[in-house]
């Protein structure tokens, strides 16, 4: 009998761009409300749900089957994060409990302020395990980190100028998201590094 080596090409597709298009697009229209630039509306509780969240599902799905740690912990968690937030925004507004008839109350900015800065740490932890990554991937995650600690500030002191400040660097963490996002489709497209990330 003779040893036989099997070689298996992985023939998937690269997940990342998908759950970074997911997380940064959705992030630059939250903020460009916290920005104050349009109330909080329909179109971004829609685009917590569906880009934000199921979009980072699937791809934590898929870099689980590329055996990617990090990947899978990432987008699964900031996926579920859309989803948590447009639970919060939401179940203020429905109604079911019908012994009662009162829906539950909405966060206070207590609450909300310890909700981001779990956040903010479990983001500024991951940011660690970035160090051994792209550049364009520790940006994104050091940003991130910031958002949300500024997001924590401004729902402790109350400080719309907080808010606002954390709204332009929140566009600014979701178009860096953007941006490793495409580059990463483009480079693969045209099999060579045309934008650094």
């Avoid at 997380?23 to 971004?44: D, E, K, R, W």
């Avoid at 900015?109 to 909700?115: H, V």
Wanted: overall charge neutral; charged content about 10%.
């Amino acid at each position: 009998m003779t040893d036989k080596e099997v070689v298996i090409s992985d023939r998937t597709a690269n997940p990342a761009p998908l759950g970074l298009l997911g997380f940064g697009i959705t992030t630059v229209l939250l903020n460009l409300h916290n920005a104050g630039l349009f109330p909080i509306n329909s179109m971004i509780i829609a685009m917590g749900f569906a880009y934000g969240g199921i979009a980072q599902i699937l791809a934590s799905v898929m870099e689980y089957r590329k055996g990617n740690t990090f990947g899978t912990v990432a987008f699964g968690s900031y996926g579920l994060f859309w989803w948590s937030l447009v639970l919060l925004l939401m179940i203020p507004n429905i109604r079911f409990i019908e012994t009662t008839g009162t829906a539950a109350a909405a966060a206070d900015p207590t609450s909300m302020a310890a909700y981001l800065f779990m956040w903010g740490l479990f983001t500024l932890a991951m940011f660690i395990a970035t160090l051994k990554l792209k550049r364009g991937i520790q940006v994104i995650f050091i940003s991130l980190a910031i958002l949300f600690f500024l997001l924590t500030a401004g729902e402790i002191t109350g400080s719309a100028m907080i808010t606002m400040v954390a709204g332009y660097e929140g566009i600014f963490t979701g178009a860096a998201a953007m941006y490793v996002g495409l580059a990463e489709v483009i480079n693969e497209a045209y099999g060579r590094n045309v934008l650094p990330t």
